[in-house]
């Protein structure tokens, strides 16, 4: 299988989708002519035309709000925000329209739309271009959430997600566009949203995680396996919904649970499976369910020395682990 990295997975996933189907368009800030900031349309504009590959201003609010309306007369928008950052204007198209819409039309009505953005620190990006904004939409019925982590679940997902009549939103580690690398099909296949995947299978506990911190978190299980300790690595890959089952399962398999994500820590994806493994597999702990995630403060710092404090890294993890087999 062809080696590709995260973007060119989303690039291909995109291409294909809209050269099988007349109805997926794609709406954003510089996607046409510039081929996208980080060049995921490249080409799309001259292949396309303007009528489905379509610079947007600098409003999102109404590019959300433009792609619910195509949504709901039987299109299949894909709405990218160049950065998540940027998503707020949109929230309430994203949370108070979209997500609502099936339930409130008695299920007469879909909302068939992706609205992709890239998320998350470690580029030095500052305060308005790092921001990992997921636990604000996985909080809301209504939503589909993704945070794939491989060019290979980056693919399988955006197909399946362009393909649902569920709103999707769909984040995308920057960090991961070109610094991942993975195999990849060239025949066609995609992956069930809402499941997650065991990246590494273990014994001795279980680290549960998504996006850039998966590729941190199988560091440290390679690490600590020459110590002898057996780490299962869970990529959560969607969480909304949260593949509960297999969350479970792990815990129950090795008795201790970390969980790893970038955002912080308070009310975050952490917290809600923390809430789920102590609802459903508290009687097979052997020790206290811990969570590594970014610190209490508003937004990613720029300085690199406080970025750098501010992203979970290796380093923190194995101190996790080592507190958490001390039980």
Not at 256 to 275: C, F, M, N, Q, Y
Request: aromatic letters at 8%; proline letters at 6%.
């Amino acid at each position: 299988m062809p080696e590709i990295n995260v973007i060119e997975a989303v690039r291909q996933a995109m291409y294909e989708e809209m050269t099988r189907d007349p109805e997926v368009f794609l709406i954003g800030e510089d996607v046409g002519k510039r081929g996208g900031v980080f060049l995921a349309s490249e080409g799309f504009l001259e292949t396309f035309g303007p009528d489905r590959v379509i610079d947007a201003p600098l409003a999102e609010d109404s590019i959300a709000g433009v792609s619910i309306g195509a949504a709901m007369r039987g299109m299949r928008p894909i709405a990218e925000m160049q950065f998540a950052d940027f998503v707020w204007p949109a929230v309430n198209q994203i949370i108070g329209e979209a997500a609502r819409v099936h339930y409130g039309t008695n299920g007469q009505v879909n909302v068939p739309l992706v609205i992709r953005s890239p998320y998350g620190g470690g580029v030095r990006g500052g305060l308005y271009h790092s921001q990992s904004p997921e636990a604000y939409f996985a909080h809301t019925p209504g939503l589909k959430v993704i945070c794939p982590a491989t060019p290979y679940d980056a693919k399988g997902l955006l197909k399946s997600a362009i393909r649902d009549n569920d709103p999707v939103v769909f984040f995308e580690h920057k960090r991961t566009y070109r610094a991942v690398k993975g195999e990849v099909p060239e025949e066609e296949y995609f992956l069930p949203i809402g499941k997650g995947e065991i990246k590494k299978n273990g014994a001795h506990l279980s680290i549960i995680t998504y996006g850039l911190m998966l590729h941190y978190c199988l560091e440290v299980a390679e690490i600590l396996l020459s110590e002898g300790i057996d780490i299962e690595v869970l990529d959560l890959r969607t969480l909304r919904p949260l593949d509960q089952e297999l969350i479970v399962s792990s815990v129950k398999k090795t008795g201790r649970a970390i969980i790893v994500h970038e955002d912080t820590k308070a009310l975050g994806v952490g917290a809600e499976v923390s809430a789920i493994i102590a609802e459903q597999a508290f009687d097979f702990l052997d020790a206290p369910v811990l969570r590594i995630a970014g610190p209490e403060v508003p937004a990613m710092p720029f300085a690199t020395s406080l970025e750098d404090i501010f992203m979970p890294n290796t380093e923190r993890i194995i101190q996790a682990v080592t507190q958490t087999m001390a039980y």
